[in-house]
């Protein structure tokens, strides 16, 4: 629980250090609401490695126009050493230090009073033109708009915070939870509950505007008997890297149910987001759980569960 409660007030503390300048924020594409193909929270695998997505990706057909979204210094470049059209970025750091990123845009659409502001350390205001999204369909992409902002402290920030509502009006889903126990090296479900030390497993995930598919949470917090036992949101990153933390948030192993599937957190076309909650089952008294899920459009939701716990 400490742990837990110690990210939060770590997200807190990232974005009271922000943001002062995001009160002239403007939406970067044209039209709303957009499909939201990934969120700052969502699980990634980078090669081998967990991480977090880091930011925000909003699908637009390639040549969609992007402007500015604040106002601040302007600079032009590759974002990744392997150099190509596709990760190509611009960056606007605001004057409270703040740093938006803008990825995808195609170098050969922006105009060359961007890149001559850029080359001579100049700024844009916001709502400036900026570009067009890269047509990614020919390395098999979706053509979006990925947009990340870092904190003058370094941390990673929620987009949603600053960009107006998405016309998100559904809450999210618990799909199913299982109790286990490790066995080797995988999670095995419980045929019943004794007291003792368990991980409660959550399938639960959010559908976010687009339809795109399920979408990873802002916030969660598990109650036992009234008291928090895990509580997550995100604010910021739980870490300055966007490739730790994933462990304190996901379930990463496998998890073997008793009518014998093996499941994971899965990333790819079916995803699938499972998360871990140590519990204590103190007594034979079947304890109370309840499982409140918001998205970052504040819809709420409540699953409440009681375990039956065998002498």
């Known amino acids: 629980m400490k742990n837990c409660l110690s990210l939060l007030l770590l997200f807190i503390l990232a974005v009271l250090s922000t943001g002062r300048a995001w009160a002239e924020v403007i939406w970067p594409l044209p039209g709303k609401p957009a499909v939201v193909l990934n969120t700052l929270s969502t699980l990634q695998f980078y090669g081998p490695t967990p991480g977090f997505h880091h930011g925000l990706d909003l699908a637009a057909p390639a040549g969609t126009p992007v402007v500015a979204p604040v106002s601040g210094s302007v600079e032009t470049g590759h974002y990744y050493k392997r150099k190509s059209d596709y990760t190509y970025e611009i960056a606007i750091t605001t004057s409270d230090g703040d740093r ?16 001559r502001r850029a080359d001579a350390g100049g700024k844009v205001t916001a709502g400036a033109h900026l570009g067009r999204i890269y047509d990614a369909s ?16 370094g941390m990673y920030l929620n987009p949603f915070i600053a960009l107006s509502d998405l016309g998100d009006e559904v809450a999210p889903t618990v799909s199913e939870t299982w109790w286990a126990e490790p066995k080797g090296d995988r999670y095995v479900e419980v045929e019943a509950l004794v007291p003792g030390e368990f991980v409660l497993v959550i399938d639960a995930f959010d559908i976010a505007p687009g339809e795109f598919g399920r979408q990873s ?59 871990a909650v140590p519990v204590k089952i103190p ?23 009681r375990g039956e716990v065998s002498d």
């Open 100 to 115: 938006w990123e803008l990825h995808h845009i195609d170098p050969d659409d922006i105009p060359p009073e961007i890149e």
């Open 217 to 275: 949470l802002y916030r969660m917090r598990v109650r036992q008997e009234g008291e928090t036992i895990f509580e997550f949101q995100f604010d910021a990153l739980p870490h300055p890297s966007f490739l730790e933390g994933t462990n304190e948030i996901y379930f990463l192993g496998e998890l073997k149910t008793r009518d014998g599937q093996i499941l994971r957190s899965e990333v790819q076309n079916d995803r699938r987001f499972l998360y």
């Open 283 to 305: 007594s034979a008294d079947p304890p109370e759980i309840e499982i409140v899920t918001e998205d970052f459009a504040g819809n709420t939701s409540r699953h409440r569960l």
């Open 138 to 153: 020919a390395i098999g992409i979706e053509p979006h708009l990925h947009i990340n902002i870092l904190s003058a402290q």
